[in-house]
């Protein structure tokens, strides 16, 4: 543990942070409890980030019917708090799980998303929707996420990388239905029974995850400590990566904010580009699952730098001429490819560079340094585009550079950590 704690200071400890969690723990790489986790994982991706994937079929009812006094930005907010408060609170819940283990988070997790989501549906007032949707659902979803995505790290090891792929894409199957579902159910029942029955849904998915999902990974009951959220950081090749998915997830956020939006402008139908969103999401399936078995003979850094390189040339090369039908859906379904592949391998790239020990807390650090990106990177490309004369041409370049920003860090961070060989599998 003393060369774990030193990680990547002397640009010679990364074959210390990848292999030395193996020596002490024999993980089975498979067999049916194994794959029972993973199940159970890939049901609370299903009912957390692709919960959230559906926020853009609310901004549109909101903005029509119970908040049509308030405008698209005010309302925002709800939505932007949603993915803010699934990522913000990571650094806590790792902490919680490195000490308790995964069951009382999923218990609690699963209580406030229904819980959420039922008092949303009674919810007349734009306080009581940003408290109950914004808030209280979105902690419960952060509550699910991360404590089932990281007990998979106990039950896997060369297969790592592929499990992971799998259980990322319960985020692009809930991606796909929950927007279809609920805007459906909206027309045919109406708001409030469309949310019970989402609720409904919900409750059911992560009954069996609560019931599927173990952790094999041993307690670490150290005590809270400041400094302990900051030990990480000291590791050259952690910071590096958290910066530069930083900067990745704030460039990428763009395209998946504005694409609809765009398409509209440039005369696509408003009923084809609304599908948009559950094109990205659809394709982003082959990503998150092909990723990870790109990663398992690659390295996930070698897989991760790839896909957001690739990313960014879509963003440049391909989004920013982008002004018919054709173009728009081809870009929708790359970029989809590749988003999906960097949202899958994420868990993958922190556990090759962290003890087991402090796979919680390392975990939610690195998600929750991103949510500020979730955050902010709406209203500033929304600025972005006022401060342009309605031009997409900045939003779209500012979006490519930053992208590009965050994968050059992550290679920076890889080339640290194996010494500065370019070709290593890592």
Request: hydrophobic share 50%; aromatic share 12%; net charge neutral.
């Amino acid at each position: 543990m003393a060369n774990l704690e030193k990680d990547t200071e002397s640009g010679q400890s990364s074959e210390d942070a990848d292999t030395c969690p193996n020596s002490t723990d024999i993980r089975p790489d498979g067999g049916l409890e194994a794959w029972m986790v993973v199940a159970g994982a890939w049901g609370s991706q299903f009912c957390s980030w692709g919960w959230i994937n559906c926020v853009g079929v609310f901004q549109e009812y909101y903005e029509r019917n119970i908040l049509n006094e308030y405008s698209p930005g005010t309302i925002s907010w709800i939505l932007c708090l949603e993915a803010f408060f699934l990522l913000a609170l990571m650094p806590l819940i790792g902490k919680l799980f490195d000490r308790y283990g995964p069951r009382w988070l999923l218990l609690v997790g699963t209580f406030l998303h229904v819980f959420g989501l039922l008092m949303a549906s009674i919810s007349t007032k734009y306080y009581q929707l940003l408290l109950s949707q914004g808030v209280c659902s979105a902690i419960g979803a952060s509550l699910v996420f991360l404590p089932s995505l990281t007990c998979i790290v106990g039950y896997f090891d060369k297969r790592r990388s592929t499990a992971f792929g799998i259980v990322a894409s319960g985020s692009s199957a809930g991606g796909v239905v929950f927007p279809i579902m609920v805007s459906r159910l909206i027309d045919k029942i109406g708001f409030p029974w469309a949310m019970r029955a989402t609720a409904l849904l919900i409750f059911v998915v992560l009954v069996t995850t609560n019931l599927t999902v173990k952790s094999r990974i041993p307690l670490n009951p150290s005590p809270f400590s400041i400094k302990e959220y900051l030990i990480p950081f000291k590791r050259v090749t952690f910071a590096l990566t958290s910066f530069g998915n930083i900067l990745f997830a704030f460039g990428s956020f763009v395209p998946m904010a504005y694409l609809v939006v765009q398409a509209v402008s440039v005369g696509m139908d408003k009923r084809l580009a609304q599908n948009l969103v559950a094109i990205v999401n659809g394709s982003s399936i082959v990503g998150r699952i092909g990723v990870g078995i790109f990663a398992d003979a690659y390295g996930p850094f070698n897989a991760w730098i790839a896909v957001t390189y690739a990313a960014s040339i879509l963003v440049l090369s391909l989004w920013i001429p982008a002004v018919n039908d054709a173009s728009i859906i081809a870009f929708a379904s790359l970029f989809g490819i590749c988003f999906g592949a960097y949202a899958a391998i994420q868990p993958a790239l922190v556990a090759q560079i962290t003890p087991v020990a402090d796979i919680g807390i390392c975990s939610g650090l690195y998600f929750a340094v991103a949510s500020f990106s979730q955050l902010v990177s709406g209203p500033i490309a929304g600025r972005t585009l006022e401060t342009s004369d309605g031009s997409y041409l900045g939003m779209k370049v500012m979006s490519g550079i930053l992208c590009i920003a965050g994968a050059t860090f992550v290679l920076g961070a890889k080339l640290y950590a194996t010494g500065y060989k370019p070709l290593a599998r890592f």
